[in-house]
């Protein structure tokens, strides 16, 4: 997420969609494809 124009394009989303709070969790993945 940290990643050049990242940050930027939450918060364009944000607007988009007129939140004021915004949660952010991890997801971790399986080598197949599956999250655990």
């Not at 939450?10 to 197949?32: F, K």
């Amino acid at each position: 997420m940290w990643e050049t124009g990242k940050t930027s394009q939450i918060v364009m989303e944000m607007r988009r969609y007129n939140l004021a709070v915004l949660r952010i969790s991890e997801t971790h993945w399986t080598q197949d494809g599956q999250k655990k």
